[in-house]
């Protein structure tokens, strides 16, 4: 059974950081291109990054590029999202996605298939 499990939320003050991690389990973490969105209360889902099987190559939503910062450890079967000088619009549920498949470019939602259950951030201004 194919599991996401997203940790390292919480509640930070504007300007500050924090770095979000996905566990993997219940498939072959390397074959899969993983991704981050989020949604805030009210809003759509929202993709933010993702990156490729290798970890090679990456694709950002305009509004957290050079801010966020996704990446991959495939011993250890997780990927991270690296979050820096956070906003208060940056505050929502955060979930991790997975997706066989060699396109990483993907920015809709239903284009993965497993997900993780979130984890919240809450920025502060």
């Known amino acids: 059974q194919v599991q996401l499990v997203e940790s390292g939320g919480g509640l930070v003050q504007a300007g500050g950081s924090l770095r979000l991690s996905c566990a993997a389990s219940g498939r072959t973490f390397s074959s899969d291109i993983m991704g981050w969105f989020r949604q805030a209360p009210g809003k759509e889902r929202e993709f933010v990054a993702a990156?490729?099987?290798?970890?090679?190559?990456?694709y950002y939503v305009y509004s957290v590029k050079g801010r966020f910062t996704i990446s991959r450890d495939n011993a250890k079967n997780t990927v991270y999202l690296q979050m820096n000088s956070l906003k208060s619009e940056d505050t929502a549920l955060y979930y991790c996605?997975?997706?066989?498949?060699?396109?990483?470019?993907?920015?809709?939602?239903?284009?993965?298939?497993?997900w993780g259950q979130g984890t919240q951030v809450t920025v502060s201004s």
């Open positions: 990156i490729s099987r290798s970890g090679g190559s990456t």
């Open positions: 996605a997975a997706r066989s498949g060699n396109y990483y470019a993907y920015t809709a939602p239903d284009k993965y298939t497993y």
